[in-house]
């Protein structure tokens, strides 16, 4: 019999050394040196443990693209344990976290990355095309309205 996979996500304070490290940590065994490291210091993070080890972690950054519209930074899962539907947990923590800050849209993007572009589609994100793109020349742009 397969034990079900517990998670526990929350959100951390990076501007504390341990969690900070932590959140670096976890973007390197997450994205194999090929993203650059963000600034953990802006934004609001969240990590992932499961049985008190860290095994994701997600952020949202305010967005150049205006007042209300929070930009979800990363959402990174180390390799063992993909394919658990952590992506999307996690990604609803940031929905939940941006309705009760008082945001009306999350806004993000993809790069090459199927899995990751399908999350979003599962997760109530649409296609859009901003008027000053942010990222490369073959980035895919999602949105999400968020309601109160």
């Known amino acids: 019999m397969q034990r079900k996979r517990c998670f526990r996500i929350r959100e951390v304070d990076a ?32 990590t992932t443990t499961e049985m008190g080890r860290p095994i994701a972690f997600a952020g949202m950054i305010p967005s150049i693209m ?12 180390v390799p063992d344990v993909r394919g658990s539907g952590l992506q999307r947990r996690m990604m609803r923590a940031i ?19 199927v899995a990751s572009a399908n999350n979003f589609i599962r997760c109530g994100y649409v296609l859009f095309q901003p008027a000053q793109p942010w990222a490369w020349p073959t980035s895919l742009y999602w949105r999400k309205l968020i309601q109160p």
């Open 15 to 46: 501007c504390e050394p341990d969690v900070l490290e932590t959140l670096k940590d976890l973007h390197e065994r997450s994205f194999l040196g090929h993203a650059p490291l963000p600034n953990f210091e802006v934004g609001q993070w969240w």
């Open 66 to 77: 205006g007042i209300g519209v929070g930009y979800l930074s990363r959402v990174g899962v």
């Open 95 to 113: 929905e939940r976290r941006a309705r009760r800050s008082g945001l009306c849209c999350i806004v993000s993007d993809t790069t090459g990355n």
